[in-house]
């Protein structure tokens, strides 16, 4: 038998949950990471006692992946109330979720964002997708969200554009809910049922956690992968591995470039994140906020500390702004127009809030049109005997990029036995 480790380039989510997998399985793995610190897109900065996150990112508690391999207890789970304050019209209402919290209904019910059809169609949305398979939505052909909220369930323009669309905006980082339907229906389904909630320590203790399963030695950080063959890794530094196979667990574009092209680079969907310090939050509760109405750069705001107050020093509030796209090209304009949208809604009180730092985040996910996933696979194995796995293989997410480390980690266990 080939004693040669599996190699494993790329130690985010994908890359840990694969050698965590493999390491289960008894055969012996080196993960190897550019950066110094394994998580890849899930990465966190300690910045004047201030935890910031690379882009304002969630664990979705009822993740299927996360849940199995994650121990939640140890991430000491901060959550958000379920629900969202939309911005719309000169001011806030509240969305809430009637199903989890019942006290919320009647506000809910008469927001004024939407017609009252709407919470019907909402209320059918939510039986739907708790019903149905994964298997059983894909079973349906696909389309986009947009044309699925309007035409498929009936959906008004209102709350489509003042509720859906920055919500979601938000989650697949394009302004035009052109993302897949069937993925919008999985991601409906986990935010009914679960919470949206923050580790403690910051969400890089997600990565850390799982590389504290693996034996020493397996993660080399600081170590750039040049190109690969797949029984080859060439390192920049000039070292060359021999593996018994190698697994590309890097972003989309990488592994195109890894392959030789023979995995397809996918379109990257992009966000900026602002993070501002504040003498005093603007609001208490621990709700995310949307921007309901179409003007401006903000889509979503979030005071983190009311969440997990201890991503802030004792006394400050720490809010994150999250814009779509990616501003590293003219972060100073896009901050001034922050400012003064956020002055419009909080008042002048936010001249005081300092900003801590921005994090433009050009491929923060995969572009995922209707069909991405009949068309991607599932593609752990290229044509010419590389393994690969990463959010690009099945959904652009934490639950996706943990599960496709797994599977391909089961599938070079059967390979290489
Ligand atoms: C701003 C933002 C917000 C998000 N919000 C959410 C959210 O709320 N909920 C959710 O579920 N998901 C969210 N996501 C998506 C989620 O973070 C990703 O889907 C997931 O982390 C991808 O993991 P991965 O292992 O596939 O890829 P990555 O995390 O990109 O890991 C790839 C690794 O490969 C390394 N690498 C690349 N090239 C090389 C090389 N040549 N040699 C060695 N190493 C290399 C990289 O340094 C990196 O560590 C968000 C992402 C971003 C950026």
């Known amino acids: 038998m080939d004693q040669n480790p599996v190699i494993i380039v790329g130690a985010g989510l994908a890359g840990l949950c694969c050698a965590k997998e493999l390491g289960k399985r008894g055969i012996p793995v080196i993960l190897l990471e550019s950066h110094s610190v394994p998580g890849g897109r899930v990465r966190t900065d300690l910045v004047d006692g201030f935890q910031l996150d690379h882009g304002f990112q969630v664990l979705q508690t009822a993740y299927p992946e996360a849940a199995a391999q994650l121990n939640y207890t140890a991430l000491q789970l901060q959550p958000f109330a379920p629900g969202a304050l939309i911005r719309t019209r000169g001011g806030f209402v509240e969305m809430s979720d009637p199903w989890r919290r019942p006290g919320k209904l009647f506000t809910t019910l008469f927001n004024g964002v939407g017609t009252f059809s709407d919470r019907l169609r909402l209320a059918r949305l939510r039986l739907r997708v708790s019903r149905l398979s994964d298997e059983q939505i894909q079973a349906v052909p696909d389309q986009s969200t947009r044309t699925f909220l309007l035409q498929t369930c009936g ?31 999985f991601l409906f389904r986990i935010f009914a049922t679960g919470n949206a909630s923050l580790p403690s320590e910051g969400m890089a203790s997600i990565p850390r956690q799982l590389a504290a399963s693996l034996p020493a030695g397996t993660l080399r950080t600081n170590t750039q992968v040049n190109s690969v063959t797949p029984r080859e890794v060439r390192l920049t530094s000039g070292e060359t591995l021999s593996a018994r196979a190698v697994v590309l667990a890097v972003q989309g574009p990488e592994a195109s470039r890894l392959s030789q092209g023979a995995i397809p680079a996918p379109g990257a969907c992009s966000t900026t994140c602002f993070y501002f310090a504040a003498p005093k939050a603007p609001f208490s509760q621990p709700l995310l906020v949307l921007n309901g109405d179409e003007s401006g750069p903000i889509n979503n705001l979030s005071v983190v500390s009311n969440v997990a107050p201890s991503y802030a ?26 400012r003064l949208q956020l002055k419009s809604w909080y008042g002048a009180s936010t001249d005081a809030w300092s900003m801590l730092r921005a994090y433009p985040i050009h491929f923060a996910l995969p572009a995922q049109p209707p069909g991405f996933q009949a068309a991607a696979g599932p593609l752990l194995k290229t044509a010419n005997g590389l393994f690969t796995c990463g959010d690009s293989t099945t959904t652009a997410s934490i639950h996706g990029a943990m599960l496709s480390g797994r599977l391909v980690a089961r599938d070079v266990a059967m390979e290489t036995r």
């Open 155 to 185: 959906f008004s323009e209102d709350i489509v554009n003042r509720f859906f669309r920055p919500w979601f905006s938000g989650v697949f980082l394009e302004k035009d809910l052109a993302t897949s339907s069937h993925y919008f229906q």
């Open 313 to 338: 020093p004792a006394g400050k509030a720490l809010i994150s702004v999250s814009v779509v796209g990616d501003h590293a090209a003219n972060l100073k304009q896009t901050e001034a127009a922050i």
